[in-house]
């Protein structure tokens, strides 16, 4: 594991902390290491951590100074041999669900090989161990789960929270991602069914309530005081543990969330520092509460609101370039209006305040919002939510999205409701009766709830629209044409973000600093992706576009004075390059 060169103090400590065991975390590329600091009597126990095991590929010197001699078939196998055999593996597979099996086994027998199949073969694999096949996983968790990759804390550990934190065995945490399990993708409420740190305050799936295999509390969901007590217990509880001196960074987290993380953040260096949290799946009645009571006093990031809202954003930053015009040029009508929806809307408006210097309320009224009852409009306004009123703007009542479209005529349509086939063929004619080139975005993970498909939005739009989707979505010909749908995925954003905060050693999360990795994001794509009608850069270049989002977040911590990692390095994108963890086995000698 790389370090981060003068953002690492190895001597600093924490409570509850312990050295680095192995070396690695202060380890560059090219230093061998040793992973044992005790002598042992076999290297049994090293073939069988997932973090240290090469499987055949211990050299023979290894085998000979590790007691490795006779654990293992006399053959020795490259990196690149084991890859190339694991991928025939998992390639065998027809069923998605085995697949993601398969890789996760991997993770839990050999990570490094693991990570190196997923940086090597994005494209492939995260669709596996991401949207869609983890939204199957995430249903049947119960059922397919074999190891622990995670903490789970519960309203059994009420009271003991510190305790459970130090149960975990690394101590140098940078980054922790936690959920409550009850708004999963599309799902709703899975309860304890996804790990990083998983909340578990019940679940009210009486599906799950009666499974068997469920693995998490038997009980309904508990809200209010008792679910308050709780999250503040454990929000200061990590504090205490993990310090506050410096920004803190490990992923405990689930594989599937775990994996495109790691492709920029995972070990970025051995530093002890502030916990930046991010709260994943969370209810929008949680979540939008719990972001506004812990940003003041905590490092906190919503990958739902703030995640999201910057990818999109990058998508319609990057789309102007086939609409024309500015932001502020365009009207926008999203089908969703929860904690994404409204987070995507708060961007946009806020980027356009940025570029036309008025009002963020005058730039919202382009942007307008429909829920399950709705046009968001002002006779509605005393019994929306109140993430929702800023929305509600001068109209006659609205039902029925067709009839929103209708009326309002936007040119950019964004689909964030969570129920698929919303966008039907007369919803995109009618899009693309009044727009030249459509700009549709059908948000929804998994692809069953996708609002429409590709071909569908390509085909009813007669090859007009731009496409982008919350799940990936294969290639279309129409007439002769082939165009390549963009994928809105947060995995563009958040690697990157995280690892910017980090370097910085960012005291706190900043919208200005969102709207620097959304226009990083977006200056990316290329006249060659336009062609095909892309909006956002292939996946297979994510490093590349990681280590220039975290250079702009991390400049933009340091121009907000919210930096405390000093000086600044000259050149933050070859200091994000040297954080990045590499897969490539070590040398144990």
Known sequence: MKNCGDLVDNKSAIVGGVGDMYSEDSATLDQPITPWTISVASGYSLMRDPRYNKGLAFTEKERDAHYLRGLLPPIVLSQELQEKKMMNLIRQYEVPLHRYMAMIGLQETNERLFYKLLIDNVEELLPVVYTPTVGEACQKYGSIFRHSQGLYISLKEKGKILETLKNWPERTVQVIVVTDGERI????????????????VGTNNEKLLNDEFYIGLRQKRATGEEYDELLQEFMYAVKQNYGEKVLIQVIISSSSFYAFAVLSLHAASSEQAKPDFQFEDFANHNAFELLARYSSSHLVFNDDIQGTAAVVLAGLLSALRLLGGTLADHKFLFLGAGEAGTGIADLIALEISEQNGKPIEENRKNIWLVDSKGLIVSSRKESLQDFKKP????????????????????????????????????????????????????????????????????????????????????????????????????????PGFGLGVIMAGSIRVHNGMLLAASKALASQVTEEHYEKGMIYPPLTNIRKISANIAAKVAAKAYELGLASHLPQPEDLVESAEKCMYSPVYRSYL
């Open 185 to 200: 993708l599309g799902l709703g409420d899975l309860g304890c069914q996804c790990l990083p740190i998983t909340i578990d």
């Open 391 to 494: 929305w509600a703007h001068e109209h006659e009542p609205i039902t029925g999205l067709i009839n929103a479209v209708k009326a309002i005529k936007p040119t950019i349509l964004i689909g964030t409701s969570g129920v698929g086939k919303q966008f039907t063929k007369e919803v995109v004619e009618d899009m693309a009766s009044f727009n030249k080139t459509p700009l549709i975005m059908a948000l929804s993970n998994p692809t069953s709830q996708a609002e429409c498909t590709a071909e569908e939005a390509y085909t009813w739009s007669e090859g007009r629209a731009i496409f982008a989707s919350g799940s990936p979505f294969d290639p279309f010909e129409y007439e002769g044409k082939t165009f390549v749908p963009g994928q809105a995925n947060n995995a563009y954003i958040f």
